[in-house]
């Protein structure tokens, strides 16, 4: 069973990040800039420790670096993502952007370069808190129901099944499941997209957009040469169909 990140509307306790990082001065800092914000933060420095305690505990969000020593951050997000739906942010020491395509792709929600200023990584830490409380929120009398097909997405209570079968997906992965689908027949750029589960700016070239799409079409066994339900769009963007509208 998949333990779910802490609630960051509630009121008993502050909002607690478990920062993973080797880097013990850059742990303190984080922790000494976050504190004053109401924010609870705490250490560790190695794989191993950062798995247990990231899966033992509940979270707000967690800081993940790549270079760790006993296992690597590739291996600790792996193993968190089997086990924990926290939102992730990686922390790149040089923002490789093969190292965030690899992150994202095993389901990081976002990541974050080491030259971070410090509002930067409040902003990002507020974004992917408030998409915790959207994914965790109680379900409504009344659920929504988007239907593609054999797909039916329910956004109230962050629900996706194709045919029978639930969608085990991200927070980032289920919000463009729905900007999609209530979009369906029109287009959504990368730039809307980005608008929506970013919430903050970006680079004009920031690819990550693609990744994520990548990911929720393997979830939906949906081919990119044949696509069933995502076509891309060169140059334009993305759009979600009805594999069984006729062409």
């Given at each position: 069973?998949?333990?779910?990140?802490?609630?960051?509307?509630?009121?008993?306790?502050?909002?607690?990040?478990?920062?993973?990082?080797?880097?013990?001065?850059?742990c303190?800092?984080?922790?000494?800039?976050?504190?004053?914000?109401?924010?609870?933060?705490?250490?560790?420095?190695?794989?191993?420790?950062?798995?247990?305690?990231?899966?033992?505990?509940?979270?707000?969000?967690?800081?993940?670096?790549?270079?760790?020593?006993?296992?690597?951050?590739?291996?600790v997000?792996?193993?968190?993502?089997?086990?924990?739906?926290?939102?992730?942010?990686?922390?790149?020491?040089?923002?490789?952007?093969?190292?965030?395509?690899?992150?994202?792709?095993?389901?990081?929600?976002?990541?974050?370069?080491?030259?971070?200023?410090?509002?930067?990584?409040?902003?990002?830490?507020?974004a992917?808190?408030?998409?915790?409380?959207?994914?965790?929120?109680?379900?409504?009398?009344?659920?929504?129901?988007?239907?593609?097909?054999?797909?039916?997405?329910?956004?109230?209570?962050?629900?996706?099944?194709?045919?029978?079968?639930?969608?085990?997906?991200?927070?980032?992965?289920?919000?463009?499941?729905?900007?999609?689908?209530?979009?369906?027949?029109?287009?959504?750029?990368?730039?809307?997209?980005?608008?929506?589960?970013?919430?903050?700016?970006?680079?004009?070239?920031?690819?990550?957009?693609?990744?994520?799409?990548?990911?929720?079409?393997?979830?939906?066994?949906?081919?990119?040469?044949?696509?069933?339900?995502?076509?891309?769009?060169?140059?334009?963007?993305?759009?979600?169909?009805?594999?069984?509208?006729?062409?």
């Amino acid at each position: 069973m998949k333990t779910h990140a802490a609630d960051p509307t509630s009121h008993d306790a502050q909002p607690r990040i478990l920062v993973i990082d080797d880097d013990r001065k850059l742990c303190r800092l984080i922790r000494d800039y976050l504190a004053p914000m109401a924010y609870t933060v705490e250490a560790v420095h190695t794989g191993p420790e950062g798995v247990e305690r990231a899966v033992g505990e509940s979270w707000h969000a967690v800081l993940l670096d790549l270079m760790l020593p006993g296992l690597d951050g590739f291996e600790v997000l792996k193993r968190i993502r089997a086990k924990s739906d926290v939102p992730v942010l990686m922390l790149t020491a040089r923002g490789d952007e093969a190292d965030r395509i690899v992150g994202l792709e095993m389901g990081a929600d976002d990541y974050l370069p080491k030259t971070f200023s410090t509002r930067e990584l409040l902003a990002r830490l507020r974004a992917v808190t408030r998409r915790s409380v959207r994914s965790q929120g109680p379900e409504s009398a009344v659920d929504e129901e988007w239907v593609v097909g054999p797909l039916r997405v329910r956004p109230a209570s962050r629900s996706a099944v194709l045919g029978d079968a639930p969608l085990v997906l991200t927070p980032v992965e289920f919000d463009l499941l729905v900007s999609l689908a209530k979009a369906r027949g029109r287009v959504k750029t990368r730039e809307a997209l980005l608008d929506e589960i970013r919430e903050r700016d970006y680079d004009v070239f920031d690819r990550s957009i693609d990744v994520h799409i990548s990911a929720l079409r393997r979830k939906l066994n949906d081919d990119p040469k044949h696509p069933r339900f995502i076509r891309t769009l060169r140059s334009a963007g993305y759009m979600m169909v009805d594999p069984e509208d006729p062409e």
